[in-house]
């Protein structure tokens, strides 16, 4: 087994405090840090046969155990799923929901949508005070918070449709570590410090993450026998036992006692879906490229597609040139107009796919961007998405909304035969509603991922959205989560996505347009600086590896810019060409860990 831990220069000295664990360490998303650029690994894990990368080493190990034991992509990324869901309780997760993007060595695509959904007693005016402006945290923070989870309906539905392994033995080595425990990394026992004013506010959070107040301290062992116990029961019952089991119970119960929302039905009525990935073809550097990626209610694979389409044509030079960094950002704010516009959940609203993806639009798109000069986001609004040789068809819905924040995580896998799968699943913010059910878990605040209030930013991440995408029971709520995949020539080339809000777009177009475009290695691909632009606010957020004189030219063609500690994480595989070696490349600005064999 290859694997390289990670480092983060400040906290070195700290770690070799801690027995047995030699970890890189970083942040919840948002965090304004120094650059480490230097210490960052300059190359990608290199192997033969299999690789997972994911945020911690502990998840892919799980991975990898799997995949030793003859287990395929999909049995490996259930694992991984589990795994993180123990080791990464931030975001991590069995009480939260996600996408999971799945390509089988002979080619065939599926996307596994197993997001959350509003409950059935949920309105659309319930974040919202008497003169109709949100109530602080209702929407983030507490029991109707809480959306009805998808993860567990979405793992299993992954084994069972492509996996080959049972759910209780990829189940084992997250049952493992969550009953025997692991180390506690500098990292974890910082976030829990962060997170401590949250959680302590619900008690079964005080007493399993904060230990009543006493706090976990770097090495110690951390174990989590609820969860272990859910998990057991789980592995045994299948989702069932999540859905309309003993934990169903325990989550309705609770909901009652704490004035949340979701009841036994609710959950006994969750389905995860099988979707169609999106496709697009490109022709770079002489290949044939084609781009796989999530489909609504993600709004990622649709924004990431039709910025792609708008840079055709568009020479790009690298991100020390500020030109280069101009036209994507041009490209993004116009996707993210159209993001806010156009995009919610697909089973309930028309959204204009065809239009947004074709490469007619973009031309119309691309003919509005000045090349020497910042546009302004007040004048750049939503387009007319059209299909080539039809007409633009009426215009955006009205009016729309500020919303997105701060920690989800992604895993890629590429196992021996060449299948893949790439998956972000979230609680949405750090440690979700921070509720923790008595079964061990912890619940996500998705329901902020809605339109809580129609002409006003959203708690978290301050993306404008529609009153498509408003809060109605069943729904699900849009998403900027992006799992994607291209292939080259016919073959497997890179598996990518990420967290961050509404930054995953960037950093995944980023991730892509590194890969594809500009031809740089998988590792360098993840440590190229990244920016990120989305509409509104009409500023510019560039992390630290952008440089001053860069910054300097950017206000100079008319941007106001914004400095962020990092934007997105994320956790990739390339396959070398000429060898079909998979490259793992897991992100250094994160405890980012990529292990293979
Ligand atoms: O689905 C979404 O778009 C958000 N719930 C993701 C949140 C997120 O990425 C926070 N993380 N860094």
Redesign the pocket.
């Known amino acids: 087994m290859k694997t390289r831990a990670r480092f983060y220069l400040p906290y070195f000295f700290l770690f070799l405090a801690a027995p047995c664990t030699v970890r890189a360490q970083a942040a919840?998303?948002y965090r304004e840090r120094a650059a480490t650029e230097h210490s960052w690994p300059q190359h990608a894990v290199r192997v033969a046969h299999g690789m997972v990368a994911t945020d911690e080493e502990l998840a892919s190990k799980a991975g990898v155990e799997i995949l030793e034991k003859g287990g395929n992509a999909v049995d490996a990324a259930v694992a991984t799923g589990f795994a993180l869901a123990v080791v990464e309780p931030a975001?991590g997760n069995i009480g939260g929901g996600g996408f999971m993007l799945v390509r089988l060595a002979d080619g065939r695509t599926s996307f596994l949508d197993y997001?959350e959904v509003a409950p059935g007693k949920a309105t659309r005016d319930m974040y919202l005070d008497a003169n109709g402006q949100l109530i602080p945290q209702a929407s983030t923070v507490g029991y109707r918070s809480v959306a009805v989870p998808g993860t567990v309906a979405g793992l299993t539905l992954a084994l069972k449709t492509y996996g080959t392994m049972k759910l209780a033995d990829v189940m084992a080595p997250a049952i493992r570590l969550a009953e025997e425990g692991f180390p506690v990394s500098e990292k974890l026992a910082r976030e829990f410090a962060e997170e401590r004013a949250g959680l302590q506010r619900f008690s079964e959070s005080r007493r399993i993450f904060l230990k009543n107040g006493q706090m976990y301290q770097v090495g110690e062992i951390f174990r989590q026998p609820e969860l272990a116990a859910t998990l057991k029961r789980i592995a045994k019952n299948g989702a069932a036992e999540f859905y309309s089991g003993e934990t169903a119970h325990t989550i309705a119960r609770e909901m009652t006692g704490m004035g949340g929302l979701i009841t036994l039905d609710d959950l006994a009525n969750y389905k995860p879906k099988i979707r169609e990935a999106l496709h697009a073809d490109y022709e770079a550097d002489g290949h044939a490229w084609e781009v796989i990626t999530s489909p609504p209610p993600s709004s990622g694979g649709v924004a990431v597609i039709e910025s792609l389409n708008m840079l055709q044509g568009i020479p790009l030079k690298g991100w020390s040139d500020a030109e280069s960094i101009h036209m994507v950002a041009e490209v993004m704010r116009r996707a993210f107009a159209d993001r806010a516009a156009y995009l919610a959940d697909p089973d309930y609203n028309k959204v204009p796919v065809a239009g947004l993806i074709s490469p007619c639009y973009a031309k119309d798109l691309d003919a509005t961007i000045d090349p020497e000069h910042a546009s302004s986001s007040k004048v750049i609004h939503a387009g007319e998405p059209h299909v080539c040789g039809a007409a633009a068809s009426g215009s955006a819905p009205g009016a729309v909304s500020l919303n997105?924040?701060?920690?989800?995580t992604h895993f890629s896998v590429v196992d021996a035969a060449g299948n893949a799968v790439a998956s972000t699943y979230?609680l949405?913010?750090?440690y979700g509603s921070h509720v923790t059910t008595s079964a061990g878990f912890f619940l996500n605040d998705?329901m902020d991922?809605f339109t809580s209030q129609p002409g006003a930013p959203n708690a978290?991440?301050g993306l404008i959205q529609s009153a498509a995408n408003e809060i109605s029971p069943g729904h699900r709520?849009?998403?900027?989560?992006t799992p994607t995949m291209l292939v080259r020539d016919g073959k497997l080339s890179f598996v990518t996505g990420s967290?961050?809000?509404?930054?995953?777009i960037s950093a995944v177009l980023l991730s892509v347009v590194n890969w594809m475009r500009l031809g740089m290695p998988a590792q360098a691909a993840i440590n190229a600086p990244r920016f990120h632009h989305q509409w509104m606010p009409d500023k510019i957020f560039l992390e630290p590896g952008i440089s001053a004189e860069v910054e300097e030219k950017l206000k100079a063609m008319g941007y106001t810019t914004a400095r962020r500690g990092h934007i997105g994480?994320v956790n990739a595989i390339g396959i070398d060409p000429l060898t079909g070696e998979r490259l793992g490349a897991a992100d250094p600005r994160d405890n980012g860990s990529a292990v293979g064999y």
Not at 404 to 408: E, W
Not at 499 to 504: F, T
């Open positions: 919840v998303e975001a997001r997105d924040g701060p920690h989800t979230t949405n913010n750090s998705e991922d978290l991440f709520p849009l998403s900027s989560m967290p961050g809000g509404p930054g995953i994480l």
